[in-house]
C-alpha cells in the first residue's frame, strides 16, 4: 500500500469542529498550522508591528532593545496568567466571564487534542500581548519599542502555539528537548493541572516551586480535565455547563475507566 501523502484525507482529521492533534502526522500539523486563520492573523501582525517599529524609529539598535527584554518577561507573565488567571475558579463563578473562562481555557483541558481551542481567540490574545508588552518597549524607546516589543511577542506567541500543537500530537519529537517538554506538558494536562505551566521554558515553575518531573512526584488530580469545575461546582454556577450543553468530564472521550480496562484485559 502506499504511503499517504500529508495533504491527503485532512477532512479526516476533523471531529466536527477542530483538527483532532491526536490523529495527525507532523507534516499534516505543518499544513495545517501555517493555514489557520489565527496563525496568519498573527503572521500578518508581527509584519504590520515591525513596520511601526521602523516608522517610529531614530536608530535601529535603540529599537531592537525591547527584544531581549520581551523574551525574558514574557515566559513570567504567561506563567501567571496560566496559573492565576486560566486555572483560577473566579472566571467560570461569574455569569459574566464564564463563557470567557470557557474558550480560553477549560474546553481545553476537557479536550486537549482539538486544534480550534488550543489556540486563543486573538479578540482575547492581541490585547493581552499589547498590555503586558507595548508599555516595556515604550519605556525602553517611545513608539518604535512599543510596536518591535508587540512584534516581539507576537513572534514568541507562534513559537509557543506550535511547541504546543506538538505536545498533542500524536508524534514522538527526536529532539531530546522538544521530548521533554512534551512530556512536562503532558503531565500537565493528564496527571496533575497544578504544575508545569510553561510550554517552552519552565523556569517560572521551578522558580514558584510548581515543577515536578514525573508522575510519581505527586498523586494524580481528580481535577486534571475539569479544572475544579466538577459537577458540585457546576449545580452552583451552571453557565459553563449551559454553554456546553453538557455536564463537565471527568476524563477525555474514548478513555476507559479502570473496570472498563480489567474486564477487558
Given at each position: ?46 509584519v504590520a508591528a ?49 463563557s470567557l473562562w ?66 498533542h500530537l500524536a ?95
Amino acid at each position: 500500500m502506499s504511503k499517504s501523502k500529508p495533504w491527503q484525507n485532512m477532512s479526516s482529521l476533523r471531529t466536527g469542529r477542530s483538527f483532532d492533534l491526536g490523529k495527525m502526522s507532523l507534516p499534516q500539523l505543518w499544513i495545517a498550522y501555517l493555514t489557520y486563520p489565527t496563525i496568519l492573523l498573527y503572521f500578518v501582525l508581527i509584519v504590520a508591528a515591525a513596520f511601526g517599529a521602523l516608522h517610529f524609529s531614530h536608530s535601529l539598535l535603540t529599537t531592537l532593545i525591547p527584544v531581549p527584554v520581551v523574551i525574558v518577561v514574557y515566559p513570567l507573565a504567561w506563567y501567571m496568567i496560566h496559573r492565576f488567571i486560566l486555572h483560577g475558579r473566579w472566571l467560570y463563578r461569574n455569569h459574566w466571564t464564564a463563557s470567557l473562562w470557557k474558550r480560553i481555557h477549560f474546553d481545553h483541558h476537557q479536550d486537549p487534542h482539538l486544534l480550534d481551542v488550543l489556540f486563543g481567540s486573538p479578540l482575547n490574545t492581541v490585547p493581552t500581548m499589547g498590555i503586558i508588552t507595548m508599555p516595556i518597549g515604550y519605556l525602553i524607546c517611545g513608539w518604535s519599542g512599543a510596536f518591535c516589543a508587540l512584534s516581539t511577542a507576537l513572534v514568541m506567541t507562534c513559537i509557543y502555539e506550535f511547541f504546543h500543537c506538538i505536545q498533542h500530537l500524536a508524534y514522538k519529537p527526536r529532539w531530546k528537548w522538544v521530548a521533554r517538554i512534551k512530556q512536562l506538558h503532558v503531565l500537565h494536562h493528564f496527571h496533575d493541572e497544578n504544575g508545569n505551566y510553561g510550554i517552552t521554558n519552565y523556569v517560572p515553575d521551578r522558580f514558584f516551586g510548581s515543577f515536578y518531573r514525573e508522575a510519581r512526584d505527586r498523586a494524580r488530580s481528580q481535577h486534571v480535565f475539569n479544572l475544579g469545575y466538577d459537577l458540585d461546582e457546576a449545580k452552583r454556577y451552571p453557565w459553563v455547563m449551559n454553554l456546553t450543553g453538557a455536564p463537565p468530564k471527568d476524563r477525555p472521550d474514548g478513555a476507559r475507566s479502570s473496570s472498563d480496562n480489567s474486564r477487558t484485559a
